[in-house]
């Protein structure tokens, strides 16, 4: 049986030990997930365009973007796709740290560099890669609540 | 050609809400930008560039249509004051008279005053109510309203401590009708304290304008200006007739006044 490690750092190599005691294999791509409760992740795992599961930490992370059934994780090392759907991602994520702005977008609140604000309820994020998203009118209050504005 | 008021407020109105809403979306945008880089930070709210630009836009058409009522009036007003420079009106002041014997000059002088502008040689139907006994004042305001033939007649009269005011007379056609000549006027007010006028609950003369010829019909009394004094009338009179009409209410009965046109 295949198993994805989803603890902090400090847990994972006892953890990865005991499971694979167990005769558990630990692996990224698995479709079974072993989370901690009560944390949130500080990495999400993506493909590589060789082939295989790598890591990108959350504070590389700029978006998180869905198109159509793929999810991409923008960072400034470049885009790279991920499995999942994106309420799976949102839920893994710190919301303190990571907000939804849109159904198909999600934004790393300190990869922000400037807001616009328009009259008809919206707001144009300009991000740290230079990229612009909106904020839409479904997202407009929480994102308000968010940043205390 | 010189751009009117109005619109100068208009475009004035819509340039100071735009500067505003202008000024205002700098002043939020630099707000929500300041909380991103102070996240976590003590929150302070700032009402949305819309509802800023709302209230503005509400304030400014009220602004704006009162600015407009106000120089609407304004310019209305100095018209109207600009028409009465040059209008030959004649507006006598409200005069005092404490002795009823020189009632008949002020009253000589009233007329002479009303007199002078254009055909103001007749002076319309009146009322008077002080015969029921001495007045101690009367006061007249004639008024020839500029741009119109109209005459507009207001008489106050204090008798033995009661005011009565005829009401103003806005005379048309069928009032100049009624008119009768400075001096006819002058010589019905002379005879009318001769007599013993009996006294009504409301009185008041009318003026009939001129007649032709006099059929008293014994209902009523028919006194005639003979010699400087009225003159009761039994019989038929031939002749042109200015007639007056002395109507006392408590009484239901009529006193009919000829002059000898």
């Known amino acids: ?149 | 050609m010189s751009t009117p008021i109005p619109w100068i407020a208009v475009f004035g109105a819509l340039g100071a809400l735009l500067v505003i809403a202008g000024a205002y979306y700098l002043i939020y945008r630099a707000h929500v930008n300041r909380a991103l880089r102070r996240a976590g930070s003590a929150r302070k709210l700032m009402a949305e560039p819309r509802t800023v630009t709302l209230v503005c836009l509400i304030f400014a058409l009220v602004v704006l249509a009162a600015g407009c009522y106000l120089l609407g009036y304004k310019a209305a007003y100095d018209r109207f004051e600009a028409d009465a420079a040059v209008s030959p009106a004649v507006e006598i002041p409200p005069l005092t008279l404490a002795e009823p014997s020189a009632a008949q000059a002020l009253f000589d002088s009233v007329l002479e005053l009303a007199a002078s502008p254009g055909d103001g040689q007749s002076v319309s139907a009146f009322s008077l109510s002080f015969l029921g006994g001495e007045f101690s004042y009367m006061s007249f305001s004639l008024r020839y309203p500029q741009g119109g033939n109209s005459l507009i007649q207001e008489i106050e009269v204090n008798a033995s401590g009661q005011v009565f005011t005829a009401p103003p007379l806005s005379c048309g056609a069928e009032r100049y009708d009624a008119a009768v000549p400075v001096d006819v006027l002058r010589d019905f007010i002379s005879v009318l304290d001769g007599y013993d006028w009996p006294a009504g609950e409301s009185s008041s003369f009318y003026s009939h304008g001129l007649t032709e010829g006099i059929s008293p019909d014994g209902e009523y009394t028919y006194l005639v200006v003979e010699n400087g004094a009225l003159t009761p009338l039994t019989g038929s009179r031939a002749g042109r007739f200015y007639s007056f009409s002395y109507i006392f209410t408590g009484h239901n009965n009529v006193i009919y006044v000829y002059i000898p046109a």
Do not use: C, W
């Open chain 1, 1 to 149: 049986m295949k198993l994805r490690l989803d603890v902090s750092s400090e847990r994972y190599d006892e953890l990865a030990g005991e499971l694979r005691g167990l005769g558990i294999e630990i692996d990224e791509g698995a479709g079974l997930v072993l989370s901690e409760v009560g944390r949130y992740a500080d990495y999400l795992v993506v493909r590589v365009p060789s082939g295989g599961y790598a890591r990108v930490g959350a504070d590389e992370i700029i978006t998180v973007e869905a198109f159509g059934r793929d999810i991409e994780v923008h960072t400034q090392r470049g885009v790279f796709l991920a499995d999942g759907r994106l309420y799976q991602v949102q839920s893994r994520l710190d919301p303190a740290r990571f907000l939804r702005v849109s159904n198909s977008v999600i934004v790393a609140l300190g990869q922000i560099r400037q807001i616009s604000p328009a009259l008809s309820m919206r707001f144009t994020l300009t991000l740290s890669n230079g990229r612009r998203v909106i904020v839409t009118r479904t997202y407009y209050y929480a994102f308000k609540d968010a940043l205390g504005i």
